[in-house]
């Protein structure tokens, strides 16, 4: 099993829905959760992160985690074709005095208008 | 624009070749990070490197090595090179290696095709 699962889609959504991204992950010591969004042709990005269990806001987009599932989400209200990209489910371990990111597969996104 | 520059943009290259990737960090960032994206594997850690020393290591090939010199700027070298090698090269820097990764920040890569 994977650390990090994610369905790599492809999502394909009208202007205005919800989306819901998920990653699935198995290593119980992951303490902070990173979603990166990646545009095509670009490196990824940092969206927002959330810490152990928990929601967090931040305009359109809501992260959440629910360790006892050890499962991720992210949700965006009003999506806007400006949202099409690949989502990456990114959360942190920590060992050996240094601190590393395990990427999911991304999720590829595409929001018609 | 991230602050994270890598050279070159696209690179194709045949089997059995060595290739040098260059990446120039953020402006006051110590750490720089290499990552290999392959459409079948995502993004995977390779190496980091934290004011000139290496800090972690992660799947990277004995065919892969990397440095980070004084200017802090750091070159991925690979070499043998494989069809299977051909892929996207991130570079990322982040201000602190010693402490949580917090926010990285990624170059837009070097597209290395192995002909």
């Known amino acids: 099993q994977k650390e990090v699962e994610q369905d790599p889609g492809p999502l394909s959504v009208p202007e205005g829905a919800i989306v819901s991204l998920n990653c699935t992950y198995s290593?119980?010591?992951?303490?902070?959760f990173m979603w990166y969004r990646q545009y095509s042709r670009k490196g990824p990005e940092l969206l927002m992160y959330t810490y152990s269990s928990g929601n967090k806001e931040d305009g359109r987009f809501t992260a959440q985690v629910d360790k006892s599932s050890k499962y991720i989400s992210l949700f965006i209200r009003d999506s806007q074709p400006s949202d099409s990209a690949t989502y990456l489910c990114a959360p942190e371990s920590s060992g050996a005095g240094s601190y590393q990111l395990t990427f999911g597969k991304g999720t590829k996104l595409s929001v018609i208008p | 624009d991230s602050g994270v520059t890598q050279t070159p943009k696209h690179l194709i290259t045949a089997t059995g070749q060595r290739v040098t990737l260059r990446c120039s960090p953020r402006s006051g960032d110590l750490s720089v990070y290499w990552y290999q994206q392959s459409l079948d594997q995502g993004l995977q850690f390779l190496i980091q490197y934290y004011n000139g020393e290496e800090r972690a290591k992660g799947n990277i090939l004995e065919r892969f090595s990397a440095q980070q010199f004084p200017d802090l700027h750091s070159e991925l070298n690979l070499s043998s090179l494989e069809l299977g090698d051909s892929a996207l090269y991130f570079c990322a820097s982040s201000v602190d290696g010693g402490g949580r990764t917090g926010e990285l920040f990624f170059g837009e890569g070097s597209r290395l095709t192995v002909l």
């Open positions: 290593n119980s010591a992951f303490q902070y």
